[in-house]
């Protein structure tokens, strides 16, 4: 089992920076690939940003990629989500998930634990 932690969420204006991380307790994530999805009500969950935990290749949504940078810190066990350059469509409950396996995916049935969520709000 891999229970996840998100943290970071909060306001922000547009045009500014906030960072997201993902602690991970359980299980060390050198065998996993981790994503960030985001949710708005009434809209599927969408993908954001995934890590492949051992090679460190990422992988970018388009309506985040230059602005958005994902990373881990394998000390820590931990992922986190640069967000630069916000816009008012970032908002979102933002999601940390682990997939088994060291390929990154893009979908999020492909992933097998999840975080609950930590809400990104962004002002015009």
């Known amino acids: 089992q891999v229970q996840l932690v998100e943290s970071g969420g909060g306001l922000a204006q547009a045009g500014g920076s906030l960072r997201l991380s993902c602690a991970a307790s359980?299980?060390?994530?050198?065998?996993?690939?981790m994503g960030w999805f985001r949710q708005v009500p009434e809209k599927d969950r969408e993908f954001v940003a995934a890590?492949?935990?051992?090679?460190?290749?990422?992988y970018y949504a388009d309506s985040v990629k230059g602005r958005f940078t994902i990373s881990r810190e394998n000390g820590k066990n931990t992922v986190y989500l640069q967000m630069n350059s916000l816009k008012p469509e970032d908002t979102a409950v933002y999601y940390c998930?682990?997939?088994?396996?060291?390929?990154?995916?893009?979908?999020?049935?492909?992933?097998?634990?999840w975080g609950q969520g930590t809400q990104v709000t962004v002002s015009s």
């Open positions: 998930a682990a997939r088994r396996g060291r390929s990154a995916a893009l979908r999020d049935y492909e992933y097998d634990y």
């Open positions: 359980g299980r060390t994530l050198g065998s996993y690939a």
């Open positions: 890590i492949n935990w051992s090679s460190g290749n990422t």
